[in-house]
């Protein structure tokens, strides 16, 4: 095990604590239309810090709450990086959820090294299960060994889909949901995109896809995926980019190549509609 891995949970741990400890105390506010922030969400996020550039102060440190402060005041998201090393935290991935009580939340927090994800964790605080990955070494649940189901065809795969909190209505989002929910066994959305990554990786869920997510949702997730055995691209079948993660994960390739099919049906759909 690296030197990292221990911090990432640690940090996580920290994160989670703050979060069951706000439970019961939060009040809700709208940063964007439907899209919800807490005290949860800062407190777990300045847990997280203080723990990660406690140990690594010279590493960058890219959290999402301090990237919704940095748009609104008209800068760029996703300042310029400085360090080889960044840390790409989500305090708190379902706030949606944490908010109405519904169980399916976590804390995620990868670290990237130059390009590569190098680990992750993503921690239930609900559930207590804490998923953890590092490049080379695969991904892990509670210490064991996580694969993909190996599903091959989408007639028999449960698929889990995040969508922007506020979908527009007509929307290419939209066609895409049902397009597959035709195609597939069962579709969810369950609210957090880093859970539904670790649960491809563990093989609870056999495809999940995702247009409008941002790098802390996704970080630590596409690492556990790739480390699980599955595959993981853009929609354009591209590698993914970590700042713009636009993308399709699927437990095999077969599958994969069907649910890009399938996709890509949805977008022809609309095409040919506004001809
Ligand atoms: C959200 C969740 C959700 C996804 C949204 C994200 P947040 O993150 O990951 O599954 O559909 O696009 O914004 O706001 O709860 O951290
Ligand atoms: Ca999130
Ligand atoms: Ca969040």
Redesign the pocket.
């Known amino acids: 095990m690296s030197d990292f891995l221990p911090v990432c949970v640690a940090a996580a741990r920290a994160g989670g604590q703050c979060l069951v400890d706000w439970q019961d105390r939060f009040l809700p506010r709208e940063k964007g239309p439907k899209?919800?922030?807490t005290e949860a969400?800062l407190a777990a996020q300045e847990a997280i810090r203080n723990i990660i550039l406690g140990a690594f102060p010279e590493h960058d440190f890219l959290a999402?709450e301090d990237a919704a402060e940095r748009k609104s005041l008209g800068q760029a998201a996703i300042p310029p990086r400085k360090s080889a090393y960044r840390w790409i935290v989500?305090p708190?991935?379902?706030?949606?959820?944490?908010v109405h009580r519904l169980q399916n939340?976590a804390v995620s927090i990868a670290l990237q090294h130059e390009d590569d994800i190098v680990c992750g964790c993503v921690l239930d605080p609900t559930s207590g299960e804490c998923f953890t990955a590092e490049r080379g070494r695969g991904t892990h649940l509670d210490g064991r060994p996580l694969r993909v189901s190996g599903c091959r065809s989408l007639e028999q795969a449960m698929v889990a889909v995040?969508?922007?909190?506020n979908v527009p209505r007509g929307s290419i989002e939209i066609t895409r949901f049902v397009e597959v929910l035709h195609a597939s066994q069962a579709v969810r959305?369950?609210?957090?995109?880093?859970l539904?990554l670790a649960y491809v990786a563990s093989g609870r869920l056999d495809v999940y896809w995702?247009t409008?997510?941002?790098a802390?949702?996704v970080a630590a997730g596409v690492l556990m995926v790739t480390e699980a055995g599955g595959t993981v691209t853009g929609l354009d079948g591209k590698p993914i980019e970590i700042e713009r993660p636009e993308m399709v994960t699927s437990a095999s390739e077969p599958l994969h190549a069907e649910v890009m099919e399938v996709l890509e049906r949805a977008r022809r759909s609309i095409a040919g509609n506004r001809h």
Do not use: K
């Open positions: 899209d919800l922030v969400d999402e989500d708190l991935d379902g706030t949606a959820n944490y939340y995040s969508f922007s909190p959305r369950l609210g957090s995109a880093a539904n995702a409008s997510v941002q802390w949702d």
